[in-house]
């Protein structure tokens, strides 16, 4: 059973999405390697980003830097708390063939299903290590029982 702080939102064969009791999202990314003997796990906050106006402009900042903007508590101007994946959506969305309006709608949007299609666009252009440097790392079993409803359970014996 996978850890009952977490309720699975969306399950598919690479993807497995879960909100916890506050309503924070978190993805999970399974990529097969190329030999197909090790599986690897990325899982990643699905943080929202918000439509901020400052001096005429738009800016796209997390939530939470929206929040401590409204409050005066950046120590820097709000536009230096950029996204690193903001500087090129052209590309994520050319590679995704979708908008950058998309994109940045997904990304807003307060159901975690939208945004994580925005970030699994982003992962797949950029490579999901950006947004997990420290991914699980397992065989096929191991991944095949992980990836199952009896995660977190003990893995069944082997038969002889």
Not at 86 to 106: E, H, I, N, P
Request: with cysteine.
């Amino acid at each position: 059973m996978r850890d009952p702080r977490y309720r699975t939102i969306f399950q598919s064969d690479y993807s497995w999405l879960e909100e916890d009791d506050k309503g924070d999202a978190y993805l999970e990314i399974a990529q097969e390697d190329e030999d197909g003997k090790k599986f690897y796990v990325y899982r990643f906050d699905l943080e929202q980003l918000e439509r901020l106006k400052v001096g005429g402009k738009v800016l796209y900042v997390l939530k939470s830097i929206a929040d401590s903007y409204r409050k005066g508590k950046l120590p820097y101007p709000v536009e230096t708390y950029r996204e690193w994946y903001l500087r090129d959506l052209k590309s994520v969305a050319s590679s995704a063939d979708t908008t950058v309006r998309d994109l940045l709608d997904d990304l807003c949007s307060d159901d975690p299903r939208e945004r994580s299609r925005a970030y699994e666009d982003i992962g797949g252009h950029y490579g999901f290590d950006n947004f997990d440097s420290y991914p699980l790392v397992m065989g096929y079993k191991e991944f095949e029982h992980y990836w199952s409803n009896e995660a977190g359970e003990p893995e069944p014996e082997e038969e002889e």
